[in-house]
């Protein structure tokens, strides 16, 4: 684990670029048992060639045995102990499209839903309503006016919305409305502490308002909450690596988790093709000393059960790689943030493959190719991925001996 007291005396002003390319849910699992992963599947010349020159291990995203949310896995890559520094989801939405989340703010992760008349859900996403609709339903949301709080409601995504709660006294220790289930009515707002009641309070109020407002606006007719949280105050790049550091990603939620962490975000309207991704960070790469590129649809792919579109987008995401090795990075790292097997649909536990390029001072291991199999024997071993940080760092020649 990065130990960033340590880290902040030993870096250097001046060192090598680095490059973290997170597949998202990269790893995988067989579709039979004397079968071939996702990865393994997947022709990819491009990351074959980097494994074989470079080291690969495999990366355990938060403890063995658990299957981690994309936010604690983010920070896992990124350095921080995952464990020790916690990020809600609300925060993560509500910075992910640019909202400041201010100390004493409480931010909220919303979903439009769809209730019959009797106010059951039917629908807990609303049918999935594009974007442009939900923004509609965003408009009418902002015009409730709770007293003695300032309330800041913006669309994030199809059915998603971001809610900032902001004012004296307030508190995000609150159970989530979202029931989990159709065929019962969202959940009040319940303070877990004694010091979230009144914010709990203000909640229940607005949800009030909120049905008011929806009422007739099917399918999107009612909202659930989720992730009640308050930002985190996680250390900056800038103050602990000392690196001025980009972020290059689609989905807000992977910009929200950069940008806390101090990375500025990168305007992206790629619609995550993995070229076009590539190519902002070849627009950007001189201003940068490190940069983070996300791509979204491995996971996705992973979390439909759809083992053969997987094994597309990893090749796509080859075929465009020679984009980023024409940078020639003094460090370039490919992984997952963790592991979405198409066989089981979900995130899951198992490590993540990872591969190191640093021609000037990695150590080349035994593998052939990029896939499950051949990082297990790799020289990086299995390690945390909050280790990440500081090999990189290290090979970039940017950390400074320790002790006499």
Not at 109 to 128: E, H, M, P
């Amino acid at each position: 684990m990065a130990n960033f007291e340590l880290l902040s005396e030993l870096v250097n002003n001046t060192g090598g670029k680095i490059l973290l390319l997170v597949m998202d849910g990269l790893g995988g699992l067989p579709r039979t048992a004397d079968g071939l992963t996702e990865l393994e599947t997947a022709h990819t010349p491009n990351m074959d060639a980097l494994a074989k020159a470079g080291s690969t291990g495999l990366s355990i995203p938060v403890a063995r045995g658990i299957a981690p949310g994309s936010g604690p896995a983010h920070l896992g890559l990124f350095g921080f102990d995952p464990l020790v520094y916690k990020i809600g989801r609300g925060v993560l939405e509500a910075t992910g499209i640019g909202i400041t989340v201010e100390p004493g703010d409480v931010a909220i992760r919303g979903n439009f839903c769809t209730v019959d008349s009797n106010g059951l859900i039917t629908d807990r996403r609303a049918g999935r309503i594009p974007t442009e609709e939900g923004a509609k339903r965003v408009e009418l949301l902002k015009q409730i006016q709770i007293p003695g709080v300032e309330i800041t409601c913006e669309a994030v995504q199809d059915y998603r919305f971001a809610l900032l709660l902001r004012g004296a006294g307030l508190n995000g220790d609150i159970a989530d409305t979202d029931p989990q289930a159709t065929g019962v009515t969202p959940l009040p707002a319940r303070a877990l502490s004694p010091a979230a009641e009144y914010t709990a309070g203000l909640v229940n109020q607005w949800l009030a308002e909120a049905a008011k407002v929806l009422k007739g606006h099917e399918p999107a007719n009612m909202v659930t909450l989720r992730g009640f949280a308050m930002d985190p105050a996680l250390p900056k790049y800038s103050e602990v690596y000392n690196l001025k550091a980009a972020c290059v990603a689609v989905y807000p939620m992977y910009k929200g988790v950069a940008r806390l962490v101090g990375m500025d975000i990168i305007p992206s309207d790629s619609h995550d093709h993995a070229a076009d991704e590539f190519k902002r960070v070849a627009a950007i790469w001189n201003d940068y000393d490190f940069v983070f590129c996300h791509i979204k649809y491995t996971d996705s792919r992973g979390e439909d059960g759809n083992f053969d579109a997987k094994v597309k987008v990893i090749e796509e995401v080859d075929a465009a790689l020679p984009i980023l090795t024409a940078l020639n990075p003094d460090v370039f790292i490919i992984t997952g943030d963790h592991s979405t097997p198409a066989t089981l649909k979900s995130h899951s536990w198992h490590p993540v493959p990872t591969l190191l390029h640093a021609p000037k001072t990695h150590m080349p291991d035994r593998a052939q190719s990029f896939g499950e199999r051949e990082c297990m024997t790799g020289a990086l071993g299995q390690f945390p991925a909050a280790d990440l940080m500081p090999l990189a760092l290290a090979h970039a020649n940017r950390l400074a001996k320790y002790g006499a």
